[in-house]
């Protein structure tokens, strides 16, 4: 498993346990894959800095933080704007994701909104509003059956 990025078992094991928790301790870390301590705190900061681990972060609850109602909106955009569009999409502070794709449609973004009448505004206000958007399919997420980062 040395191919990925110059990355082996230890460098996976620590990953995937950060993965689940972020917060764990490094004894827990070290209880856990039988890895010292100080391999762990070593392994971690080699991996911080060569770019593996970009940033530690927290998973909120979106019902329990108001945000009842998810959209993927697939984007088709003016092909001299799509830079920009993209841009300006990006910083709309509803919208999580935002990746170039291949085929029919230009975009791939993922929304979030307390309400359909919020996401509602939030397209025909703010998303249709973007320079360089020319159409938009709309889909309603009715149920998260998998959401999680990236796996390791």
Do not use: C
């Amino acid at each position: 498993m040395g191919g990925r990025l110059g990355i082996d078992e230890v460098d996976v094991s620590i990953l995937r346990l950060l993965r689940e928790n972020s917060r764990m301790s490094f004894t827990e870390m070290s209880k856990r894959t039988g890895i010292s301590d100080a391999t762990i705190q070593h392994r971690l900061k080699r991996l911080m800095e060569r770019g593996v681990i970009t940033q530690f972060t927290i998973i909120a609850n979106p019902e329990e933080t108001g945000y009842k109602v998810t959209a993927i909106i697939l984007v088709q955009t003016d092909t001299e704007k799509h830079e920009e569009a993209k841009e300006s999409l990006s910083k709309l502070p509803v919208v999580s994701e935002v990746y170039s794709v291949l085929g029919e449609y230009d975009l791939l973004v993922k929304v979030w909104a307390k309400s359909l009448e919020e996401l509602n505004e939030t397209i025909n206000d703010k998303i249709r509003a973007i320079d360089g958007i020319e159409e938009l399919m709309e889909i309603v997420v009715v149920e998260r059956v998998k959401e999680e980062a990236s796996p390791v």
